[in-house]
């Protein structure tokens, strides 16, 4: 094996950051380190507001940390400007979000061909083709000359994933990508990302959902802006189960 065959796609190192609003100073992210593989498929839980969005921005290189370095493919990201930043997103990241963000007033082809209007060197009919192709992974080729609003909730995220893979990014991240579905259209969109998975996508997926984080190869858990083992995240979450029952008991009108 070559140096660049066991060079994480990404690598955080001692990642801190801190949000400032007013008076308040946040400690969303305090020492964050881990490697991301190509073609692994990762889970981050945990519970709400323990900065699992956070991280996922800083990974996409939709903010920068406070603190702490960050390599990507063997490349360290700091100090670069809003505009290859952009590029590096655009070339290098796809995302999937809970609220689809598909954008209203573009069809589900024009929308999926979107990322590939800023890449050089595309032709529309090359953008065209491999829209299309994306949307068949996904199997929404029958709705191509939809609205967004004209699709259900799950068919919407579909879509989104079909935007996300269009580029042929090194890594899908996917914040909450079944926080606005059923149950039903939530497990497909898992067995999607698993298929992706299988067929060689590396995937960084944030879920609160204990079920599906179990679909990933690895499971980050997250507690107060830390990486926790899962012993801890057991423990932590049955002190905070308990913490409520007691509240419920001496508040007999609270309800959990
Ligand atoms: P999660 O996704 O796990 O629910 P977040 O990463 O969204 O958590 O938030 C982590 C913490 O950082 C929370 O306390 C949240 O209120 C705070 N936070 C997130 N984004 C901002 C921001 N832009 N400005 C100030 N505080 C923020
Ligand atoms: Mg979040």
């Known amino acids: 094996m070559t140096a660049t065959d066991t060079t994480p796609l990404i690598k955080l190192e001692a990642i801190s950051k801190i949000f400032y609003t007013d008076d308040v100073e946040t400690h969303a992210l305090s ?97 065209r083709a491999l829209a299309e192709a994306a949307l068949d992974r996904v199997r929404m080729t029958h709705r191509l000359k939809h609205y967004p609003a004209q699709l259900s909730g799950g068919q919407q995220q579909r879509v989104a994933v079909a935007r996300a893979l269009v580029g042929q990014p090194s890594i899908l991240l996917a914040d909450e990508p079944t926080g606005n579905l059923d149950s039903r259209n939530g497990e497909q969109v898992m067995l999607l990302l698993d298929e992706l998975h299988r067929s060689g996508a590396t995937i960084c997926m944030v879920t609160h959902d204990p079920r599906y984080a179990g679909f990933a190869q690895r499971q980050i858990f997250m507690f107060d802006g830390q990486i926790v083992d899962e012993a801890t995240m057991e423990r932590l979450r049955e002190e905070e189960d308990r913490r409520i029952r007691n509240l419920v008991a001496v508040h007999p009108r609270v309800r959990a």
Do not use: H, M, W
């Open 31 to 127: 020492n964050v380190s881990f490697d991301i593989r190509s073609g692994d498929y990762v889970s981050i839980s945990g519970p709400s507001g323990s900065g699992k969005s956070t991280l996922l921005a800083i990974l996409g290189l939709l903010d920068a940390p406070s603190k702490g370095s960050y390599l990507l493919q063997g490349r360290s990201i700091e100090g670069i400007g809003a505009s290859e930043r952009a590029q590096i997103r655009n070339d290098s990241i796809g995302f999937i979000f809970q609220a689809f963000n598909l954008i209203g007033d573009l069809t589900v082809l024009e929308n999926v061909e979107l990322p590939l209007i800023y890449r050089e060197g595309v032709s529309k009919s090359e953008r």
